[in-house]
């Protein structure tokens, strides 16, 4: 079976070729150095290796100001322009006339329409559950989505039957800071638990969020350590995909994690990767980050 692999890395943008605050040219990044010959910058936007592009996309959307998480992460998910359906940049939530739009047109019920098998790949863990189930709605796009889609969240339970991801790839975020015992894994043992569950279905989502968080908060004694995972998690992904059958797509709402001068997102474009089948096909269809959804379907 073909399959659709999206990977949603939340605030990563590309930027300037910058040794002391772009951590990607600072510490390394063989996903990008290894796979596409250089890491890329805003002097050299576009990598092409093979099967595999790169390239930057447009967060802004023509609305003035940074870029947010809410209307960023809805234009991806709905193939809309949702700054401008709401008049303005908004997040880290969704503005609440974004609602219904993310219930008719969320990327999910495209498939589950179609009655092809769907996935959201993450899990979450009991406090969010309880959350919800007190009432509360300030979600996340992706997460609304499945909701209002009908779809089922993963749990802790899926997490140890090796069905889901945490959302930091190795568990060791859900020990440290939610009192859990998981065992900690390997970021290629879980890109290979990625590819598996993707094999099985038609569109398979995962998202990464810690890029946003520790470029907001520069926590210094994490940068490092969370770029080597995300690092070694999407190197894996890409050396062991096949090429053949999976239509690999990687993507971010805005820029962040590039210039970690600053604790806000930035203005630069954001990055997107595409590699395998119809890579080439979705790499000239999408030019900002409203054509996301709408080039999946059409071409995958």
Known sequence: MNSVLMIFIDGVGIGKEDYEFNPFFKYGFKT?????GQIPSLKNPFLKKENKFLFTTDARLGMEGLPQSGTGQ????????AAKFVGKHFGPYPYSTLIPVIKEKNIFLHFLKKKQKTFFAN????VFFDYINSGRQRLSVTSLSCLLSGMRLNRVSDVRRGNALTAEITNERWNLKLNYNLSIIKPETSARRLLRIASKNKFTLYEYFLTDHIGHGRYDGEIVSTLKTL????YTIMNEMNYKKTSLIICSDHGNFEDLSLKTHTLNPSLTITAGRNAEKLYKEIKSIS??????????
């Open 231 to 234: 690092d070694t998690f999407l």
């Open 123 to 126: 899990a979450y863990p009991k």
């Open 291 to 300: 054509q996301i959804r709408d080039a999946i379907i059409k071409h995958c």
């Open 32 to 36: 990008f150095t290894e796979l596409f």
């Open 74 to 81: 809805t234009s991806i998910f709905c193939g809309m322009n």
